[in-house]
């Protein structure tokens, strides 16, 4: 059998050998087959990145290029990852096993990204602001920060890393991104797109590696102008507090325990659908996942039936086959982390209706069977921890305050879904609920256009729309004396 192909960090617009020489496997977590091996980055790799980034942001070629030419090179960029969609999305299926057809419908979306962002490159501008004297010009500027740290997990690697790669290029920021240690292909690729579209060598550059050894370094590193994550709570905890102490700006986006609600009056068949994508689309793996599930009680047990129903009946099996309903967990870690919590669950009183075990589905992978938990309550672990998985936990409600109350006693506050043909209450609970995003009769719509931001410890600040910007840009204030008189006496006091 042939060694498998290498794939070297990209730095100053080309591939570059790591510095411990060393490389670490790359799974496909569907058959266990190693698909490539990737350069275990360091700190003196993430150095090197920083710094070409560093020269870049200053280069004239970048920094004086006008906002409308940076525009046309992130349309540039979108045109190439159209024409590269069907490997692009054949490469993360293979690497993190979700569906071929769900990476093709992400890669569908992608250059819809960069053409919204490239559109918005030359509409980043200040304002005069109307001090009280007259004559003075007080004007705002939006300037790009410099070097960006952009760290990404596994379950979506470049949709993850476009809603932070786009904005930050749209700005004139330069970027160092530190994919998951179980992804790094595709957002490589993407590192050469960048250069083929026309952006500088050193305007976006990857490091490859573990979270310790290269997102660390990276974190840590005095260059930095900001670090831009998505991931766990835990982690982005840990990078808040490193950027805090020097004082540069962090987006995180962390993790979720996101309610999906379906009250009495919903159309129960569409509910069930909207629960079923809402929790076992990805396998579970996804931020937003619908892990809890509140039914009102007079609709509770068909809901419970539908849902059961179809948890039961969906196809598992290699992601790249299109009959395929749902793929394996990204890496064997992630298959026991959530076989564990179905045992937990289990302990803590919970009854497994369907699914509840590990299976290899013939190929060798980390699959978990899609699973439902009831007789749950809100204070069991398995209901109040994230489990990244195919795990649905579904229980009654009565009332409308009951279920708001239930709903946001969550440490996170991500996206929650509520069904209903109620208007009135339709809105009332897009103001009760304490999560950033809101969907009603509907679960996991996203758009570039749409702001979206976590609350509570599912994140601090806004990805996409124009509400990102102000992430990716710093405020100046610049105040020009228009007076060509003499210059007052400080001590004479003014009026
Ligand atoms: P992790 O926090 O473990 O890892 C995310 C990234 O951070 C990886 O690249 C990881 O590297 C890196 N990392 C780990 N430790 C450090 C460190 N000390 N310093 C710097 N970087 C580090 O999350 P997962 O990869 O497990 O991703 C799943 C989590 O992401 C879930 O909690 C999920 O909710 C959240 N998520 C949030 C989304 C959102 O938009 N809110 C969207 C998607 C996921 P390595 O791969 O080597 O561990």
Same mark, same amino acid.
């Given at each position: 059998m042939s060694e498998p192909r290498k794939l070297q960090h990209f730095i100053g617009g080309k591939p570059v050998e790591p510095n411990s020489g060393e490389y670490f496997p790359s799974t496909n977590p569907a058959t266990r087959e190693v698909l490539y091996l990737a350069a275990r980055g360091d700190a003196v790799d993430i150095d090197a990145a920083v710094q070409s980034a560093a020269e870049t942001f200053l280069d004239p070629r970048w920094r004086d290029l006008s906002q409308t030419k940076r525009g046309h090179l992130l349309r540039r960029l979108a045109d190439l990852i159209g024409e590269n969609a069907e490997e692009l999305a054949r490469s993360e299926s293979l690497d993190n096993g979700k569906l071929l057809r769900e990476m093709r419908g992400q890669m569908a979306t992608l250059p819809e990204y960069y053409y919204y962002y490239a559109g918005l490159a030359d509409k980043i501008h200040g304002a005069v602001v109307p001090t009280s004297d007259r004559q003075v010009l007080n004007y705002t500027m939006r300037e790009p920060l410099g070097v960006v740290g952009a760290i990404t997990p596994w379950n979506s690697p470049l949709t993850l890393t476009t809603s932070k790669l786009a904005p930050a290029l749209c700005a004139g920021n330069t970027v160092v991104i530190k994919p998951s240690e179980y992804t790094s292909a595709t957002v490589l690729k993407l590192a050469e797109l960048v250069i083929e579209a @026309?952006?500088?060598?050193?305007?976006v550059n990857v490091v490859t590696g573990f979270g310790a050894e290269a997102g660390q370094p990276l974190v840590d590193h005095p260059g930095l102008a900001k670090i831009s994550f998505t991931g766990s709570t835990a982690t982005g905890s840990r990078i808040a507090a490193s950027a805090a102490g020097r004082f540069i700006g962090s987006t995180l986006e962390l993790g979720g325990k996101s309610p999906n609600i379906v009250f009495d009056d919903a159309n129960v068949a569409n509910a069930a659908m909207g629960v079923v994508a809402g929790i076992f689309a990805a396998a579970g793996q996804t931020?937003?996942? @619908?892990s809890r599930v509140f039914a009102q009680r007079a609709i509770y047990d068909e809901l419970l039936q539908l849902v059961a129903d179809r948890a039961s009946s969906i196809r598992m099996g290699n992601p790249l086959d299109e009959d395929t309903e749902i793929g394996p967990l990204a890496f064997e870690d992630q298959r026991d982390k959530v076989a564990s919590y179905v045992d937990l669950g289990r302990d803590e009183g919970a009854r497994v209706l369907t699914g509840g075990r590990a299976t290899d589905a013939g190929l060798g992978g980390f699959f978990y069977e899609p699973t439902v938990l009831v007789d749950v309550n809100n204070q069991m672990r398995v209901v109040r921890e994230e489990i990244f998985g195919p795990v649905a936990a579904i229980m009654p409600f009565d009332t409308e305050d009951e279920v708001v109350q239930l709903a946001n006693d969550t440490e996170y506050g991500l996206a929650a879904g509520v069904w209903t043909t109620n208007l009135a209450r339709a809105h009332r609970m897009a103001s009760r609920l304490d999560a950033g995003t809101i969907w009603v009769n509907t679960y996991r719509a996203m758009s570039p256009m749409s702001p979206r931001q976590g609350f509570k410890s599912s994140g601090v600040g806004v990805e996409h729309g124009t509400e990102t910007m102000k992430e990716y840009t710093r405020l100046k204030s610049v105040w020009i004396?228009?007076?060509?008189?003499p210059v007052p006496d400080p001590f004479v006091m003014r009026s």
């Open positions: @026309g952006f500088p060598p050193g305007a931020c937003i996942a @619908g004396n228009t007076n060509e008189g």
